[in-house]
């Protein structure tokens, strides 16, 4: 069986649910964001569901940031109001944090009592997060692209959900690479110039899992380039040696594999 490695956890917000949500829109709201995720197989970012505390419903988001801030929960989270209902077309409130003075001077905020949010649909929120966390995009580009005036004030109002753009996020959930050690005997390898020609620079040689050894382990086989397996370090400590011959390569996970569920962080609703 060819060893798919594992990124690093990913990382986690709390959601609160409102009460003005629907109950029974749960289940739709978290297929929704699994979908967009890459769970159960490459999950890009996790939920940590509750409900809100009482007084939340029908207060700011500045409200709410402040709460969390006090409590020493510093973090960006989520807020579900009414708009969460619909499965694949909800939407959610991502809360990021207070306008700092270098943004007042920007003029993009009146003041520091500001709280940067943007409504996203629920299946766009962990691509957004991502694009966020690596500075790819910001949350105030973000807005301007949704056509928010600025400076905004507390309590702004924004009338759109970003989309990501319009991405077609089950495309997107099939483009999700694996990154692996094939052994001998799993993989095959060639030197077809019309093959090795697809790829700058052109390699020496190009290599793909054989057909049952990907379907198996719910990938996908196209011809990429191989790298030179190493040992690998376990969550454990311990280091995971593999035979001669063994290389690196990269293949599509299958979303299509029947996959265990996904299991959510222990506490989320």
């Given at each position: 069986m060819v060893f798919i490695r594992q990124g690093a956890a990913a990382p986690r917000l709390n959601a609160y649910l409102l009460p003005s949500f629907p109950e029974d829109q749960l289940e739709p709201l978290k297929r929704a964001f699994e979908l967009g995720t890459c769970a159960p197989f490459d999950p890009m970012l996790e939920l940590v569901v509750k409900r809100a505390p009482a007084d939340w419903e029908?207060?700011?988001?500045?409200?709410?940031?402040?709460?969390?801030?006090?409590?020493?929960?510093?973090?960006?989270?989520v807020v579900v109001d009414e708009r969460g209902a619909g499965g694949r077309d909800s939407?959610?409130?991502?809360?990021?944090?207070?306008?700092?003075?270098?943004?007042?001077?920007?003029?993009?905020?009146?003041?520091?009592?500001?709280?940067?949010?943007?409504?996203?649909?629920?299946?766009?929120?962990?691509?957004?997060?991502?694009?966020?966390?690596?500075?790819?995009?910001?949350?105030?580009?973000?807005?301007?692209?949704?056509?928010?005036?600025?400076?905004?004030?507390?309590?702004?109002?924004?009338?759109?959900?970003?989309?990501?753009g319009g991405l077609d996020m089950l495309a997107e959930r099939a483009s999700k690479a694996a990154y692996l050690v094939a052994e001998p005997g799993e993989f095959e390898l060639s030197e077809d110039e019309a093959l090795r020609d697809n790829f700058r620079p052109v390699p020496d040689r190009v290599a793909r899992l054989h057909e049952d050894v990907a379907r198996a382990a719910g990938l996908i086989s196209s011809w990429m380039i191989p790298g030179k397996a190493r040992a690998v370090e376990l969550p454990d400590g311990t280091k995971k040696e593999f035979p001669e011959g063994s290389i690196s390569l990269q293949a599509k996970y299958n979303p299509d594999f029947a996959w265990p569920a996904y299991k959510w962080p222990e506490g989320s609703l």
């Open positions: 029908g207060k700011k988001h500045e409200y709410m940031r402040k709460v969390e801030d006090d409590a020493g929960r510093k973090e960006p989270f939407v959610v409130w991502y809360v990021e944090r207070f306008a700092d003075e270098d943004e007042i001077d920007e003029g993009i905020a009146e003041s520091t009592d500001v709280a940067w949010k943007i409504p996203v649909k629920t299946e766009c929120l962990a691509l957004m997060f991502v694009n966020y966390d690596i500075a790819n995009m910001s949350l105030q580009e973000d807005l301007g692209n949704l056509d928010v005036d600025f400076p905004v004030g507390p309590g702004y109002e924004v009338a759109e959900a970003d989309d990501c």
